[in-house]
């Protein structure tokens, strides 16, 4: 079977502080692993993934997250998020056809 | 390039009642997915289609639920009857053969009275 695990639900910060959302996956097979947000009352939109190779991916909007495979880790990273960097942010992994998600955690960036 | 689109935005109907969702996806896009996002948890895949054959509907509830994509373009999901438990999200996404990243739409937002 395969897993994604969010450990955190929500993670407030203040707006230009440095953010990590954590992502845990569990998988038999070697996976492919995304991160997607979700802005209020919109879709998904892709952030960034890991399909090989470098284990650091650079993404959209200035967030950045590392494969860490003995750690089965894809943690998110941001140096200096801002108030519009609030939104839910979703871990997925692809082993076999399809997509499996996380539960989430929402960002919430404070003034 | 227009995105994925879906209809309505939202529907509250009562239970036992029927509702449909449409989504159109981008111009192109062979493969196409109907996901389910109940409130506090991530999406999950109810169906995907690869042109207008059934490629995983694994986790479809298919004594209620029913999806088509007739011509190989838009696509139709249904639930009749509907029951509480329906209410979530209906997210369609949409890719292109064989890629890796999903184009989703905004979503029906579906409450079940």
């Known amino acids: 079977a395969q897993s994604v695990t969010q450990l955190d639900s929500q993670v407030p910060v203040f707006e230009e502080a440095p953010v990590e959302l954590r992502c845990n996956y569990s998988s038999s097979v070697s996976v492919y692993l995304f991160w997607y947000v979700q802005y209020p009352n919109q879709g998904l939109q892709l952030l960034l993934k890991?399909?090989?190779?470098?284990?650091l991916v650079k993404g959209i909007n200035g967030f950045e997250a590392e494969f860490n495979k003995s750690q089965t880790s894809f943690h998110l990273r941001k140096p200096s998020v801002h108030i519009s960097d609030t939104a839910e942010y979703f871990c997925?992994?692809?082993?076999?056809?399809?997509?499996?998600f996380g539960t989430g955690t929402r960002l919430l960036v404070s003034p | 390039e227009a995105g994925v689109a879906q209809s309505p935005r939202y529907k509250i109907i009562e239970k036992r009642q029927s509702v449909a969702f449409w989504c159109n996806p981008i111009?192109?896009?062979?493969?196409l997915y109907w996901y389910q996002q109940i409130l506090g948890q991530g999406p999950k895949l109810l169906i995907q289609f690869q042109n207008n054959g059934v490629v995983d509907d694994s986790q479809l509830p298919k004594d209620r639920f029913s999806a088509e994509r007739l011509k190989g373009v838009d696509s139709t999901l249904k639930i009749q009857p509907a029951k509480l438990e329906d209410s979530a999200v209906y997210l369609c996404a949409s890719s292109l053969p064989g890629s890796d990243e999903q184009f989703f739409g905004p979503g029906t937002r579906l409450t079940v009275l």
């Open positions: 111009s192109g896009h062979a493969t």
């Open positions: 890991y399909l090989s190779g470098s284990t």
């Open positions: 997925a992994l692809r082993g076999f056809q399809k997509l499996v």
